[in-house]
């Protein structure tokens, strides 16, 4: 009699995963996935950083490039305005403090060129640009509302300027000369008085900017210059 295929032959049964096993495994998962997230964490921290390095260069070099340009030429003045402005001092640099600066050069929206009064100054942390035209009937400066006012730069932390004469001494803005910058605008603060205004020949600029964001440390990026008035 033939036995039918598998009889008589044990039975043994499918052993799944000890307790053990299970806690290994998932320790080395937990591990292999704590380095993985540990990786992803530290490179987008660092794409991060270059993305706020990168921003704040690009902010410091706009701002500084476009200030410079335009204070190497002020005392280009086509339409003689300091030769018929009212209110001293009667010079290229209009006013002059430690974190503002005031001073005539010009512009050229159209054919002809025109004088102007250009202002840089910080508010808050934007780098301001107020233009005021010439208004040859009053012999001063145009005052707001007729005034534009432009951001240049932002994330802005510090704008300083310094001054120095043709001898390479250093001019200080003092109390006793406070006033607007520009002259008539608001909050009154240290300047340069109208006989050190006239004995500027070179102007440093140091501006800052500077961005915080969550569990980041602070980053920031400083550019200085020095111009020499051309015009003088």
């Not at 806690?23 to 993305?51: D, I, P, S």
């Amino acid at each position: 009699m033939w036995r039918a295929s598998g009889e008589g032959v044990p039975h043994r049964h499918a052993r799944g995963f000890s307790l053990l096993e299970i806690l290994v495994t998932v320790a080395l998962f937990a591990m292999v996935m704590g380095g993985v997230y540990l990786l992803y964490t530290t490179m987008q921290g660092t794409l991060t950083r270059g993305e706020m390095k990168s921003d704040l260069q690009q902010n410091a070099r706009v701002g500084l490039d476009r200030l410079v340009q335009e204070l190497r030429m002020a005392g280009y003045d086509p339409e003689n305005a300091l030769g018929q402005v009212t209110d001293q001092p009667f010079n290229e640099i209009r006013a002059a403090g430690d974190n503002c600066l005031s001073f005539v050069t010009y512009r050229k929206p159209g054919a002809s060129e025109l004088s102007v009064r250009v202002t840089y100054n910080l508010s808050n942390t934007t780098l301001r640009r107020r233009t005021d035209g010439w208004n040859p009937v009053s012999k001063a400066f145009a005052v707001p509302p007729h005034s534009d006012i432009d951001p240049v730069a932002e994330a802005v932390s510090q704008l300083s300027f310094t001054y120095y004469d043709a001898f390479n001494r250093l001019l200080k803005p003092s109390v006793a000369a406070s006033g607007g910058c520009p002259s008539g605008s608001t909050p009154s603060m240290p300047l340069l008085d109208a006989t050190q205004a006239a004995q500027v020949r070179r102007v440093g600029i140091t501006l800052r900017t500077l961005e915080t964001r969550p569990r980041m440390a602070a980053e920031s990026y400083t550019l200085t210059s020095h111009v020499y008035l051309r015009n003088q």
